[in-house]
């Protein structure tokens, strides 16, 4: 299985490259990506930078194009995929239809994966996708059990990629709002959710208070872990109980399923995570370019590691992972 | 300027979708989308019974619509999604680009939900040449995208060919996920989850801990705590070319709320200024048409 690894900066790019990384993706300076956060990602010169440096290390470049151009905008995306293709990247990683279709006939060439922001969750949106835009490979939402991955891949339609480890979208990719309900931004139209901008934090007598929009998300007593505000992993109330309603602050982590998923043909493993540090990019690729060489060399004899565990778990949200969807007790 | 009426989110025992559909025939409405669009274990009716109330409300002289599930990942969905285009007979709202899929390659038309994201005018031209005759705008664009994206459906020579409908009252539909929140408010797996929506005719409000209203659990989807409310932006819709405004239904004042649109349409959006005032009511929102937070009142 192909190894596709995170890059948010030149330098998180050299640490996925240096690491072991079989394919590294990137997004441009602007909101025609799904991490479009300040000080992030790569201009024109940086992303040719980047192309040299995988290049001379045997390693593909993917751009992620996968945000929803609205009519304003439309020139923007355009322009993207033109810089991609310009740059000869050997895949681009698209979610709207409009911006697949004018990817495939300008540039007939060019390898399309949908992105997870496409929402393709089964074998006929899968096959819309490959019948029209002659996509090679799709990235599948955070959303299925291991069993339906398992269905799923048996009849793809076209390579399947999925996410192995770093944030956990609880919410079908492509299809949430819960951000842009709150916030001036969304993962579709902006490339944000939650968004750092929106974030405010204060202490009050009854705790550190974490907000969005001035909507109170989590209220932390002295002592307690207090994460990043993101909608769906907040503290609410529901018929007289206080909980995470929706999701506790973790992360994926998909290790131990590496045998599994390679059985069903699963071809690509996502890192996710182009928002975080060079040093986060080191730690999961090393450890994934670990876990996956050892699985190679002994087969169904793998075993999962404690010390890769330890790093993993030293990166992850709320310092837990759990292996979301994949495992039918979490639904 | 039509009015429809949206599938019921919610899951309601089969009497009271019966009173439901009863009361829709003598209502105003005259789109009519029927089915589950949120769980396959929603079985209080089945296909058959949906078909079969869609004949009637047919017979009564309402167009209808067989809506079909947002998320679809069992095999057993897909066959399930797979016969409905089959055997249906009538016209299909798309909620999962699985059944545009389906459709397509049958060359039959169908309506496009809020769940298939429509950003641009080439996308919806994208799912026009494949059948699309109506499309469901996603609830988080506003007004202004939506003037642009039927200005440049002009300029791509089919804006006149395909009808646009608006989400312009009900809570919300703003996620799905695998995991089901209602079994998890009642510490139950999904597998075993006990149909507990039912003991919910309008989802379970989500709370902030400061007891503002944020969202409603429903099952795998979570909707708007508020009521989206955009009644009062029936002359705009007018203007910008908006041919259907959708009512999703809640358990309680349903058919008042048709009513209400109803008079606003009859009378050209004159009577929105009579009664304006009952829509500041708090529970209400619409800043989704305005650009603004989807929570927020403009």
């Known amino acids: 299985m192909e190894l596709v690894c995170p890059a948010g900066s030149l330098p998180a790019l050299k640490a996925a490259v240096d690491n072991g990384a079989d394919a590294v993706y990137i997004g441009f300076k602007d909101d025609t990506n799904a991490r479009h956060f300040a000080g992030l990602n790569f201009n024109d010169r940086k992303a040719k930078s980047a192309l040299e440096y995988v290049r001379a290390n045997n390693v593909k470049l993917f751009v992620a194009i996968n945000t929803y151009p609205q009519p304003h905008s439309w020139s923007r995306w355009q322009a993207a995929v033109d810089q991609a293709a310009d740059l000869q990247a050997d895949a681009l990683i698209i979610a709207d239809l409009g911006v697949l279709d004018y990817a495939r006939e300008r540039y007939p060439g060019l390898n399309l994966h949908l992105s997870v922001q496409g929402s393709a969750t089964n074998i006929e949106a899968l096959a819309f996708y490959k019948n029209n835009f002659g996509i090679k490979r799709a990235v599948l939402p955070r959303v299925l059990s291991l069993a339906q991955v398992k269905q799923v891949a048996a009849s793809s339609p076209v390579d399947l990629e999925v996410f192995g480890f770093g944030s956990l979208c609880i919410m079908a990719e492509g299809r949430c709002h819960l951000s842009s309900y709150v916030t001036p931004e969304s993962p579709n139209t902006c490339g944000a959710c939650s968004p750092a901008s929106a974030v405010r934090w204060s202490e009050t007598d009854k705790g550190r208070e974490s907000r969005l929009n001035n909507v109170l998300i989590d209220r932390f007593r002295e002592g307690e872990n207090a994460g990043y505000p993101t909608l769906c992993k907040g503290r609410f109330q529901v018929e007289g109980q206080t909980y995470h309603a929706l999701e506790e602050p973790t992360s994926l982590n998909t290790l131990q399923l590496i045998p599994q998923l390679d059985d069903i043909g699963i071809k690509a493993i996502k890192i996710e995570g182009r928002q975080r540090s060079p040093a986060y990019v080191e730690q999961v690729v090393r450890v994934w370019r670990e876990a996956l060489d050892s699985y190679k060399k002994i087969g169904s004899n793998f075993v999962t590691r404690g010390e890769w565990l330890d790093a993993l778990a030293n990166v992850s949200e709320g310092s837990q992972t759990t292996l979301g969807a994949y495992s039918r007790p979490w639904q | ?298």
């Open chain 2, 1 to 298: 300027m039509k009015l429809s009426l949206g599938p019921v989110l919610y899951y309601w025992p089969q009497r009271q979708v019966a009173d439901f559909y009863d009361q829709a025939v003598s209502s105003s409405v005259d789109i009519i989308y029927l089915g589950e669009a949120v769980c396959s274990k929603r079985q209080e009716l089945r296909t058959p019974d949906w078909l079969e109330l869609a004949a009637e409300l047919s017979e009564a002289g309402k167009a209808v619509v067989l809506s079909t599930l947002s998320l679809i990942e069992a095999r057993s969905e897909l066959s399930l999604l797979r016969k409905i285009c089959d055997n249906s007979g009538c016209l299909i709202e798309a909620n999962d680009m699985a059944a545009v899929n389906i459709l397509a390659e049958k060359k039959l038309p169908f309506v496009t939900g809020s769940s298939i994201n429509i950003y641009n005018a080439y996308s919806l031209k994208r799912l026009y040449s494949s059948g699309c005759q109506r499309w469901v705008m996603p609830v988080e664009l506003n007004r202004t995208t939506l003037k642009n994206i039927l200005i440049d459906a002009e300029k791509l020579g089919f804006a006149d060919k395909i009808e646009t409908e608006v989400f312009s009252y009900g809570r919300l539909p703003l996620a799905y996920s695998a995991r089901c929140f209602t079994a998890r408010a009642k510490n139950l797996p999904k597998d075993d989850c006990q149909l507990r929506c039912l003991e919910y005719p309008d989802g379970i409000p989500l709370d902030t801990q400061e007891n503002q209203s944020l969202f409603t659990i429903n099952g795998i989807q979570t909707q708007s705590g508020y009521i989206y409310n955009l009644r009062d932006e029936y002359s705009t819709m007018a203007e910008i070319g908006v041919d259907v405004m959708r009512i999703s239904p809640t358990s309680t004042d349903t058919f008042e709320v048709i009513e209400q649109f109803n008079q606003v349409i009859q009378e050209g959006g004159g009577a929105s200024q009579m009664i304006a005032s009952d829509i500041k009511n708090d529970e209400f929102c619409n800043g989704y048409w305005y650009g603004r937070p989807g929570m927020e009142t403009t």
